[in-house]
């Protein structure tokens, strides 16, 4: 079984940094890949980042030149450095992999983790 695990999220005031990390866990072959989403109340989830097994990345213009993601495939784990953050980023923020186990590759995410941008 594959878990993901988050954290880093909390309380910030506007401008103000956090990082966010996910790792996952389980008997897991390798990694393709891996994102980060975020979902405010009566919204619906949408893409924050998102990284390749090569490290290529994107984003949406929302956060780009401020957030940046980032991968360590020797400990399975992602990163969300969040810089400059503004009250509409406040969000739960919910990690995304797509995993191989043996021959079946599948979506796996995390539970969540609250960012909260206020003063």
């Known amino acids: 079984q594959v878990q993901l695990v988050e954290s880093g999220g909390g309380l910030v005031q506007p401008g103000g940094s956090l990082r966010l990390s996910c790792a996952a866990s389980g008997s897991i072959f390798s990694i393709d890949t891996m994102a980060w989403f975020r979902q405010a109340p009566g919204k619906q989830r949408e893409l924050v980042a998102g990284?390749?097994?090569?490290?290529?990345?994107n984003y949406p213009d929302s956060v780009k030149g401020r957030f940046t993601i980032s991968r360590d495939n020797a400990k399975n784990t992602v990163y969300l450095q969040m810089n400059s953050l503004k009250p509409e980023d406040t969000a739960l923020y919910y990690c995304?992999?797509?995993?191989?186990?043996?021959?079946?590759?599948?979506?796996?995410w995390g539970r969540g983790t609250q960012v909260t941008v206020s003063s």
């Open positions: 990284i390749a097994s090569g490290g290529s990345t």
């Open positions: 995304y992999m797509r995993i191989t186990i043996a021959t079946m590759t599948s979506n796996y």
